[in-house]
Nanobody, 114 residues
Framework: QVQLEESGGGLVQTGGSLRLSCTVS???????LAWHRQTPGAQREVVAE???????IYTDSVKGRFTISRDSAQTTGYLEMNNLKPEDTAVYYC?????????WGKGTQVTVSS
């Protein structure tokens, strides 16, 4: 059974940093990795994506502050978040796709205090 598990969330002050991890258990790889976030009452939005060959895309609000990456085995994904702002507060989810199959993690809370 495949599972994705996020970790690394928490409470941080404005301007601080966090590194989120997305760890795969089971027979799956993060060929396509994406990080999404969601606040109460809002739609889930994609924050960053890393495509199969390493091409990355970021939503405008996080460009220059967030970096998406994965390990060479493609079983752990990361989201390095720097210069965090209160508006980054959300539950962050990782999404992985491989061979047409998709899995999501259950999310990790990130709270940025002003």
């Amino acid at each position: 059974q495949v599972q994705l598990e996020e970790s690394g969330g928490g409470l941080v002050q404005t301007g601080g940093s966090l590194r989120l991890s997305c760890t795969v258990s089971g027979n799956f790889i993060l060929a396509h990795l994406a990080w999404h976030r969601q606040t109460p009452g809002a739609q889930r939005e994609v924050v960053a994506e890393m495509h199969t060959y390493g091409y990355t895309i970021y939503t405008d609000s996080v460009k220059g502050r967030f970096t998406i990456s994965r390990d060479s085995a493609q079983t752990t994904g990361y989201l390095e978040m720097n210069n965090l702002k209160p508006e980054d507060t959300a539950v962050y989810y990782c999404q992985g796709r491989y061979n047409g199959v998709e899995y999501w993690g259950k999310g990790t809370q990130v709270t940025v205090s002003s």
